[in-house]
């Protein structure tokens, strides 16, 4: 069962992983495994029992009845004695496998809270944003592919296509996000080079990289940038950290933003970018580039007159250096950047970057759709995108949110199982304490029913035994969810950039009413199965 049952789960699970080939093993050295550990785990629990058992003489051992080793003194209440009380003496008998009972249990209410509240905790939100940023984003399929090649202007979106979208209607807004696919290149000081570089290399793989860099005058390198051309439609879709990003519409302005990197909890990294508000930034708009020997300084020309084997690096020979203010501090949606890191990053306004770059390839195309619409849209990009121009891919919220269910119901669907199995586990703990105590006890029980017990009060009393057990582990499930709270929230908020952690204790209410059933049928059927023989019958058992 246990094999057929991790056959089902395991291709639920290997199916949200990328690049996972499902294997159900039938390797006999997992059966022999599991054998050995059951076959370990009784003979641990067998150990002790057994050496208490083998110090009893077998006089002694014929006449034991369950609890009667325990010898308790203590003042004679005043209260009488009730159906309760009863049961709760008889849960002190053994205490040792009354916790362990309870703790069964407990350990299946716990482990499905848990299950709830970590599946629960998933927000689709922060999900989907992390990944998209409009309802639809259409681009060259190699720009969604992780690892794929840089971009350039093979991979532009036509006008064409653009307009065979905007054909479809029920568009409520739409922008282009243009990429740069000419040279460019900024200015930054050495010690900024090596503090961003130096995190993937060694200090004489930046010694070298620095030698090869050209320098301007007054010692800055020459480092290459990422430029982004944006209409105001995705400009809004950009986070502000700092100034006003609606002066990049102003294409006389001659204004940029500086694009800041961000954890994966969307927290900016202020470091990760030398340019403040305010500050004049160079860019070099590079025509024609000239390869040499950093080491003799001998000149190649072309990059095709570079000697097989030589080390050289290049130069810019005719460019354009136009200056442009940072007038805000952003950080871009993953959906909308290059996907790929290595360089600073600037946006500009869309006409700024066609003017200055004089290239025009979009990268994506960013819209919006009503409600209405969304449906069709959604088929008409997946036809159109498979069958009629497959060059192309998009990305919607629709397919993230419905990948984002596909992964939540994976986690709640292994969780359940779980906490099926221990729970499973527990209630036949359960069963196991109420039979056995009923077994060990049936002729105290039989002398009860013998001095004026009725077999109503004797169930009555072995049911709230049960309820006993039930509303303990109950209990216990409780405390221990509230006192790690204060701990699992921070940490599970801190371990998955998609989670908010929130309070949850309503499935120890589902499954309390299911234990109180438990609690009372099993003692119940227990104790009929144990009347089978009649009182003068079993007042002669030992």
């Known amino acids: ?45 067998c150990r002790r029992p057994g050496r208490l058992a083998g110090k009893v003489s077998p006089v002694e051992a014929v006449r034991y009845t369950e609890g009667k080793a325990l010898k308790r003194r203590g003042k004679r209440s005043g209260r009488g004695v009730s159906l309760l009380s009863m049961a709760w003496a008889n849960l002190g008998r053994s205490r040792g496998k009354t916790f362990l009972t309870v703790l069964s249990l407990t350990l299946a209410v716990v482990l499905l809270t848990a299950t709830v509240t970590f599946t629960s905790g998933f927000d689709i939100d922060k999900y989907v944003s992390n990944f998209t940023a409009s309802d639809f984003i259409l681009a060259d399929a190699g720009q969604f592919q992780t690892g794929g090649e840089s971009f350039s202007d093979e991979m532009g979106v036509p006008e064409e296509v653009i307009d065979a979208v ?67 439609f995705t400009l ?34 202020m470091s990760s970018h030398w340019a403040r508000l305010g500050d004049t930034v160079t860019i070099r708009y590079v025509e024609e580039f000239e390869y040499y020997n950093p080491n003799t300084g001998e000149v190649y020309g072309s990059l095709e007159n570079v000697p097989e084997g030589a080390a050289y690096a290049e130069r810019a020979i005719k460019y354009r250096d136009v200056e442009y203010t940072v007038a805000a501090l952003v950080t871009v949606p993953s959906a909308l950047s290059y996907r790929y890191y290595g360089a600073d990053e600037f946006v500009m306004g869309a006409e700024t970057f066609l003017r200055d770059t004089e290239t025009d390839s979009v990268m994506y195309y960013a819209f919006d759709t009503s409600d209405e619409a969304n449906a069709a849209m959604e088929a008409f990009l997946q036809d159109y995108t498979e069958n009629i121009n497959p060059q192309f891919d998009y990305e919607s919220k629709a397919t993230y949110a419905e990948e984002f269910e596909s992964t939540r119901s994976m986690f709640l669907l292994l969780g359940s199982a779980l906490s099926f199995i ?51 582990a109950a209990l216990l499930a409780l405390v221990l969810i509230v006192v790690t709270a204060p701990f699992v929230g921070p940490a599970l908020n801190g371990l998955i950039w998609f989670f908010t952690y929130h309070f949850t204790v309503w499935p120890i209410a589902v499954v309390l009413p299911l234990f109180g059933a438990l609690g009372v049928l099993i003692p119940l059927l227990s104790c009929r199965a144990a009347q089978h023989f009649s009182v003068v019958e079993r007042l002669r058992q030992e």
């Open 1 to 45: 069962m246990g094999w057929l049952l991790g056959g089902v789960l395991t291709p639920v699970i290997t199916a949200r992983l990328n690049g996972v080939t499902t294997v159900v093993s039938v390797s006999p050295l997992l059966f022999v495994g599991s054998a050995l550990f059951a076959l370990v785990t009784v003979l641990i629990s």
């Open 236 to 269: 809004d879709y950009l986070t502000v950290l700092e100034g006003d990003i609606s002066k990049l519409n102003d294409p006389d302005g001659n204004y940029v933003a500086a694009v800041y990197s961000t954890d994966d909890y969307g927290n900016p990294e």
């Open 422 to 472: 221990v729970g499973l586990v527990g209630v036949l703990n359960f069963f196991n304490a109420i039979l056995t105590g009923i077994t060990a006890r049936r002729r105290e029980l039989a002398v009860l029913q013998s001095i004026g017990m009725t077999a109503r009060q004797l169930r009555t009393m072995l049911a709230l035994e049960g309820l006993l057990y039930t509303v303990g």
């Open 166 to 232: 905007d054909a479809q209607g029920g568009i409520t807004g739409s922008g282009r996000v243009y990429g740069k696919t000419a040279p460019a290149l900024e200015f930054v000081t050495e010690e900024y080079y090596r503090s961003m570089w130096g995190r993937w290399n060694t200090q004489e793989q930046l010694d070298s990289m620095v030698a090869f860099k050209d320098r301007t005058e007054d010692g800055l390198l020459a480092d290459r940038v990422q430029l982004y051309g944006m209409e105001p």
